[in-house]
Nanobody, 121 residues
Framework: HVQLVESGGGLVQAGGSFRLSCAAS????????VGWFRQAPGKERVLVAT????????YYEDAVKGRFTISRDNAKKMVYLQMSSLKPEDTAVYYC??????????????WGQGTQVTVSS
């Protein structure tokens, strides 16, 4: 069983930076792809970035390309989302999720509870 716990959110001014962390537990997490999703008020949850188990493959939504960087440390069972040049439209609850069978499966088996990121203008 995998448990995910996000941390690192808060309030920041536009142009600022945050690093979100996702602490994972469970034996299968190191072999699972991990993704960061976000959900803004009144909107659907959106996939923001993903990283494969080996870190070889990453994906970014167009809106965050060049500003966000996803990384992982399997030894520490941690996944990070470095966010820079933040914009008010980045305001959302950010979730990390793990996919046992890879991103292409579209099946996100485990979810964290989310962490709020608020960007003021």
């Amino acid at each position: 069983h995998v448990q995910l716990v996000e941390s690192g959110g808060g309030l920041v001014q536009a142009g600022g930076s945050f690093r979100l962390s996702c602490a994972a537990s469970g034996r299968t997490v190191s072999t699972s792809a991990v993704g960061w999703f976000r959900q803004a008020p009144g909107k659907e949850r959106v996939l923001v970035a993903t990283i494969s188990a080996s870190s070889f493959t990453t994906y970014y939504e167009d809106a965050v390309k060049g500003r966000f960087t996803i990384s992982r440390d399997n030894a520490k069972k941690m996944v990070y989302l470095q966010m820079s040049s933040l914009k008010p439209e980045d305001t959302a609850v950010y979730y990390c999720a793990a996919a046992r069978n890879g991103v292409s499966s579209g099946q996100w088996h485990y979810w964290g509870q989310g962490t709020q990121v608020t960007v003021s203008s």
